[in-house]
Each structure stands twice: as C-alpha cells, then as structure tokens.
C-alpha cells in the first residue's frame, strides 16, 4: 500500500528549467510534509519542509506547494542545474505530538539536468 | 548543523559472519533513531525505530533476532546484522531524530553497503 504517491519517476529538465514533483496522500493524519535530495551512494538530506498551515514554502530555487484540500503538495525546481541531478524523494509524517513519529516516504524521482 | 555518521561506509563479508553498524549524531542527542533499507533505484523502507534505553520497534515483516538493533546512547544506535547471507546485501541508511519546534526532524546518515559474498 503505497501511502504517499510521487510521480514522476523520471524527469529530464534542461539547464534553466523548472522540475516539478508532485506527490498525493491519502492519511489525513499526516501534518508533516518533508523533501529529501539522495545523490547516488549517499544517505538522503533534507531539502525543504512544509506544514498544512501554509500553502507555500520558498527556500532559494526551490518551492513547496501544499493543497491540503486536494492533498497533494509538489516541489518546484526554478533555474534548475546539471547539479540539481540527483534523486528526490517526497514524505510524510504525522503530528509528532503522539511520541512516534514514522516518516512514509514515496517512491522517489530521479531528475537529471542536462546542460 | 545536524550531522550524522555511520560507520563502516562499506562492508563485505562472508555468508554466515555478523557485521555491525553504527550510527552516530555528532552534534546533537536523539532519543529516536530510525534504521532504513534501500534496494538499488527504489525507495527507503522503514526497517525499525530505535530508542534510547529501551527495545527498539520492528516494522512488520522485519526479523528481530536478524537485525539487532542497540541504542545505548542518545549519540549512537547500532545496527547488527546476524548471521548474514546474499540476500541482506543492501544499503542500510540510519536517521535520528531532533526536535524542531513541535516536530522532529529527521537527519540522515551517509549509509552503509553491505554487500554478502
């Protein structure tokens, strides 16, 4: 069962592109909503993170939308660079104020930015 | 900064042997750290959650007594694979938690490639 849907599983953008993600759940217990850059043979790291309470989040090239109504929430790549190539990796998680907090993650999107 | 090492980068052993793994927080304590499992080109699966002082959580369909898991510590968790075989050759990646206003956020570790000759 796969909790948090993320499409596309492959992207080619050209340099100076915009990447786009999306991603869909379906638990509405999820109040946590992060995303992780994976280069190949490392350990994920946290990019960007949103909560339902806002609907967008903006860290340099790089933007969360959220539609809590819809559930859906994506990841915007603006001026996107042979760099920016790497796998990416959409989440959720529920409020942590219960003690436990898994992180379901989807099934990941590799991008490459080719010049 | 929230950085996390694990410890050895890559492992090959023999069928049979045990190997084990460490994860550390260096610059900060978490009493939760999550142990994941990633195949090649797929995504990471949640294997167990470890907590200082107590026994860690296995998730459905993940042995206990093949994967030991000990967190002695709020700066480090280890991973012990028992009695390995070709089939436990992964990339193992541990995370730990620490705490962001209300929420937790999750760091993760370079991951280990265990490989099971």
């Known amino acids: 069962q796969q909790q948090v849907k993320q499409s596309p599983q492959s992207l080619i953008v050209q340099k100076g592109g915009i990447s786009i993600i999306n991603c869909a759940y379906e638990?509405?217990?999820?109040?946590?909503f992060p995303w992780y850059q994976q280069f190949p043979g490392k350990g994920p790291a946290l990019l960007i993170a949103i909560r339902p309470d806002v609907s967008e989040k903006k860290e340099g090239r790089f933007t969360i939308s959220f539609n809590k109504s819809a559930k859906q929430f994506s990841l915007h790549i603006m001026d996107s660079q042979p760099g920016d190539s790497a796998t990416y990796f959409c989440?959720?998680?529920?409020?942590?104020?219960?003690?436990?907090?898994?992180?379901?993650f989807g099934i990941g999107t590799k991008l490459q930015v080719i010049p | 900064g929230a950085v996390v090492s694990q410890h050895p980068s890559r492992v090959i052993c023999k069928s049979g042997t045990s190997v084990k793994i460490e994860c550390r927080s260096l610059d900060f304590q978490a009493t939760t750290m999550f142990w994941y499992r990633q195949f090649p080109k797929q995504s990471l699966m949640l294997m167990a959650t470890s907590n200082e002082g107590s026994k860690a959580t296995y998730e459905q369909g993940v042995e206990k007594d093949k994967f030991l898991i000990n967190h002695a510590s709020l700066t480090l968790s280890t991973l012990t694979v028992t009695s390995a075989h070709p089939e436990d050759s992964s990339f193992y990646i541990c995370?730990?938690?620490?705490?962001?206003?209300?929420?937790?956020?999750?760091?993760f570790g370079p991951g280990t490639r265990l490989t099971v000759l």
């Open positions: 638990n509405t217990a999820f109040d946590y």
């Open positions: 995370s730990a938690a620490r705490p962001s206003g209300s929420y937790n956020e999750q760091f």
């Open positions: 989440a959720a998680s529920p409020d942590p104020a219960g003690g436990y907090q898994k992180v379901t």
